[in-house]
């Protein structure tokens, strides 16, 4: 059986991260828009969001899908930098667009 966090923190490459450490899981989650699709041919170019999952900011998950833009969404363009908090019990991802 593979271990669930596989990837090292010195093979993560990605631009604008925001790191969340979540008090329901007690883990760290990083989220992106772009991760590297020769270590990750998983990941789809386009408008998503992906998250790893760490339960130690060194030892990572593959990117899971946390957004992908639905056909009927409002913004076509210039997905970038999405951040998640946590407030009063849920999390919230936001991002900006256009």
């Known amino acids: 059986m593979e271990n669930k966090y596989s990837v090292h ?9 925001c ?8 883990k760290y989650y990083i989220y992106a ?13 386009g ?3 992906y998250a790893m999952e760490s339960p ?5 998950s593959r990117p899971i899908l946390v957004f ?3 056909d009927d969404f409002w913004a076509d363009l210039d997905y970038w930098v999405p951040e998640c908090h ?9 991002s900006s667009f256009r």
Not at 19 to 26: F, I, M, Y
Not at 56 to 60: M, Y
């Open 33 to 45: 828009r772009m991760f590297d699709t020769q270590l990750f041919p998983e990941v789809k170019i």
């Open 19 to 26: 790191v969340l450490a979540s008090p329901d899981t007690k």
């Open 56 to 60: 130690d900011l060194i030892h990572w």
């Open 47 to 49: 408008p998503t969001f």
């Open 9 to 17: 923190v010195r093979d993560i490459m990605i631009s604008d991260p």
């Open 86 to 94: 946590y407030y009063m019990g849920k999390y919230y991802l936001t």
């Open 68 to 70: 992908e833009k639905p």
